[in-house]
């Protein structure tokens, strides 16, 4: 996906005796996630990451989200539901990420929900749940956001396109993999977005 400038198994198995039996060597090039290479050489660095047609590879694992108080099963919590929709959203495509009007960018530091619209967008698809004010506060109380370094929660990002330029606002997740939790591959950051200092807000 091209970022477009934005208006706003177990590993385990059996071994047969038939001593005619060999099992098969994976070749030195395969990486399989989640797992150690098992070759003779020196293993990939788990943090290695490649560009290639607008994603990013990763051989980091789907579990690399874990420590970050995610929500494992269905809640009341109006935040942790605010969540879930968003990832299953992304996850089903429901939702734009890096284009014009969408409100979810990937950005350098991390992935930014454009705000409050995101939360007003899921305020309106639930009107049996609270308001989104109401959302968004018990979202930031799960604390997987990122504060700006005056202490304030909302993040300001210049959008510098060819003619113009513009200002978004959001709130800033750190790690990508709270919104991507099982991705293989990442969307790329929006290189028309850059992040402002606080005192330019």
Not at 100 to 119: K, M, Q, T, Y
Request: aromatic residues 4%; charged residues 20%; hydrophobic residues 35%.
């Amino acid at each position: 996906m091209t970022p477009i400038e934005p208006s706003t198994p177990d590993t385990c198995s059996e071994q047969h005796p038939e001593p005619d039996i060999t099992a098969p060597r994976m070749s030195a090039d395969t990486i399989i996630m989640g797992q150690e290479e098992t070759d003779e050489r020196p293993p990939e660095d788990p943090g290695h990451a490649q560009a290639h047609d607008g994603l990013i590879l990763t051989a980091q694992p789907p579990e690399t989200a874990q420590g970050f108080n995610l929500p494992q099963a269905p809640s009341t919590d109006p935040g942790q539901q605010f969540l879930q929709w968003l990832r299953q959203e992304v996850s089903a495509r429901h939702l734009d990420v890096n284009t014009p009007n969408a409100r979810i960018h990937v950005v350098s530091e991390g992935v930014l929900l454009v705000s409050p619209a995101v939360f007003k967008d899921y305020a309106a698809r639930h009107p049996d749940h609270p308001g989104w004010e109401y959302v968004q506060k018990r979202f930031i109380k799960l604390k997987l956001h990122q504060k700006q370094t005056d202490g304030t929660n909302v993040h300001r990002y210049l959008v510098r396109g060819a003619r113009r330029q513009s200002v978004v606002k959001g709130i800033l997740l750190p790690n990508p993999r709270i919104l991507f939790p099982h991705a293989e591959a990442l969307p790329a950051a929006n290189p028309h977005l850059h992040a402002s200092p606080p005192s330019c807000a």
